[in-house]
Nanobody
Framework: QVQLVESGGGLVQAGGSLRLSCVAS????????MGWFRQAPGNEREFIAAINWSGFNTYYADSVKGRFTISRDNAKSTVYLQMNSLKPEETAVYYC??????????????????WGQGTQVTASS
């Protein structure tokens, strides 16, 4: 069972930046696609960004393109999400996810087998 632990969340003013990290407890981290999702109170969980096993391919929701950057360090079994120009409406719990299936839709929940517990991000206005 792969365990994912997110960190880096917190309180930031609107327009500010945060960098989230997610460490995976697996020796085969490089075989997993990784994704970031978020869920605000009363809303469904939504896709934010994903990265393939090598880091060569990245995918973003339209709402975060140009502001968020996903990256990974396979040597550290860690995936990152750099978030710039945060908006109050992006206040949510942010989750990372790992998926071992090749191909498929990186924005779909079905691609991912393992989920972290989440980290709270609050952007105040």
């Amino acid at each position: 069972q792969v365990q994912l632990v997110e960190s880096g969340g917190g309180l930031v003013q609107a327009g500010g930046s945060l960098r989230l990290s997610c460490v995976a407890s697996t020796r085969t981290f490089s075989s997993y696609a990784m994704g970031w999702f978020r869920q605000a109170p009363g809303n469904e969980r939504e896709f934010i960004a994903a990265i393939n096993w090598s880091g060569f391919n990245t995918y973003y929701a339209d709402s975060v393109k140009g502001r968020f950057t996903i990256s990974r360090d396979n040597a550290k079994s860690t995936v990152y999400l750099q978030m710039n120009s945060l908006k109050p409406e992006e206040t949510a719990v942010y989750y990372c996810a790992a998926g071992s299936r090749r191909g498929g839709d990186y924005s779909s929940f079905e691609k991912y087998d393992h989920w972290g517990q989440g980290t709270q991000v609050t952007a105040s206005s």
